[in-house]
């Protein structure tokens, strides 16, 4: 069965309608976020401009407070669903590193016998030209490519964002190229709601004011939903208000809230800025790029490439070949050592034979003829007579013949056990 590209994405978003719209992975805060704003608003059309309708000489001029605050909020609703349910910006991921990026380099391994193996090395930067400037970009290990100027890998939705300005918890969404307009024109007009409601609502104070002769404390007591809202509005300012003032800053110098915090403190030239009127039509009036992902294509499977061997296991390769050879050299080694000792021993035994004359014992040439035969198993040479290791003779301490013979056929077995192992 075919699948699609959104239901194997390997970061963090959350798709709805099959695909069709994209969401970080704390998507469920927007739903707080909605409710900030359309509980203030349905408390200001129920207990504030319901009561404005016929407050204005025009009998119905009242109702317009009331319909240019629903719509509005549509509006800042409708840019909200634009900024947190649209890609931002994310550049696909590679199945495989950039393959043109590798340097193969031959270093010499000493454990190898001094043979020379290939290792990959990855740049982890390189330095592109912007306005005339080298900058420097990153590669990203997470998706697998060299991520371009002013893009950065987001931790939360583990995702490489085209012009990465932050992400918004608020929004459940990262901010990037393909919806950084709609951010900013829904806090601004959050902004503008504020403004609305808290005007409005301390307009019905003025109106209850002029209709019952009393002062603001009484007007107070009298609509306590309008003193709630100018308080929640008031508050709410500080918040969307300053923010919607530092993204004017940002959009005039042609900076990001990731390069503003990042780089403040480093002093390092603005290779974007092109001048606060260029800025400003940059981020508003340019057309938005088309994503890059289709998340409801179907995926096709690769076909799966040829790797090179890493440094790690061509070392292990040339140090198994290494040690075959070896053990091959040491069994040849052994056999020449073995009829070496052989052709030893049967010449001592001789001699040894010839020295004794006929008188000799018969089991010693028997057992020159067990060495002649042997094939399988080590020569042995058995003695009735009794000999120590160390014989006196002359006043002087030196070897028996024999036991010299049988030190040196000892010594000749140690090599011929890799034979009996090849056999």
């Not at 409708?78 to 890609?87: E, G, M």
Request: hydrophobic fraction near 35%.
């Amino acid at each position: 069965m075919e699948r699609r590209v959104y239901e194997v994405w390997k970061g963090r978003n959350k798709f709805i309608l099959g695909g069709r719209l994209i969401f970080g992975p704390d998507a469920r805060s927007l739903l707080v976020t909605l409710l900030l704003i359309t509980v203030p608003v349905i408390i200001f059309c129920v207990f504030v401009a319901r009561h404005l309708q016929h407050a204005f000489s025009p009998h119905n001029a009242g109702y317009s407070i009331l319909v240019v605050a629903i719509v509005f909020t549509i509006y800042v609703l409708i840019l909200l669903l634009l900024t947190s349910a649209r890609d931002p910006g994310i550049i696909p991921r590679n199945s495989h590193p950039p393959e043109e990026e590798f340097r193969h380099d031959s270093s010499v391994s000493a454990e190898a016998g001094g043979r020379q193996t290939p290792s990959r090395q990855f740049p982890r930067t390189k330095e592109v030209m912007v306005n005339g400037i080298h900058v420097r970009v990153k590669y990203c290990d997470t998706c697998m490519l060299y991520r371009p100027p002013r893009c950065s890998h987001c931790s939360i939705c583990s995702n490489c964002v085209e012009r990465f300005d932050h992400h918004c918890p608020w929004v459940g969404q990262c901010i990037g190229q393909r919806n950084y307009r709609y951010f900013f024109m829904f806090v601004s007009s959050a902004t503008v709601l504020c403004i609305y409601v808290f005007s409005m609502s301390a307009l019905y104070i003025k109106v209850l004011m002029d209709d019952h002769h009393g002062t603001v404390w009484k007007a107070m007591q009298e609509s306590p939903p309008s003193v709630i809202l100018m308080a929640y509005c008031f508050i709410s300012l500080w918040f969307v208000g300053g923010l919607t003032g530092f993204h004017l800053y940002l959009v005039g110098t042609n900076q990001t809230t990731y390069e503003n915090f990042r780089y403040r403190a480093d002093n390092r030239i603005n290779v974007y800025n092109r001048g606060c009127p260029s800025n400003f039509l940059e981020v508003f009036c340019t057309k938005i790029k088309p994503s890059k992902n289709n998340f409801r294509a179907f995926v096709q499977e690769e076909v799966p490439r040829p790797t090179l061997p890493s440094s790690r296991e061509a070392e292990a390769e040339d140090l198994d070949g290494d040690l075959r050879s070896k053990v091959e050299d040491d069994l040849e080694i052994g056999e020449d050592l073995l009829k070496i000792s052989q052709r030893r021993n049967i010449e001592e035994i001789d001699e040894e034979i010839r020295s004794r004359g006929s008188n000799g014992p018969s089991h010693t040439t028997l057992e020159a003829d067990s060495i002649l035969g042997s094939d399988h198993r080590a020569p042995t040479i058995r003695s009735d007579t009794r000999h120590s290791s160390w014989g006196r003779r002359s006043g002087s301490w030196e070897i028996a013949a024999d036991v010299l013979a049988n030190s040196t056929v000892t010594e000749s077995r140690s090599y011929i056990i890799p034979k009996e192992v090849r056999q």
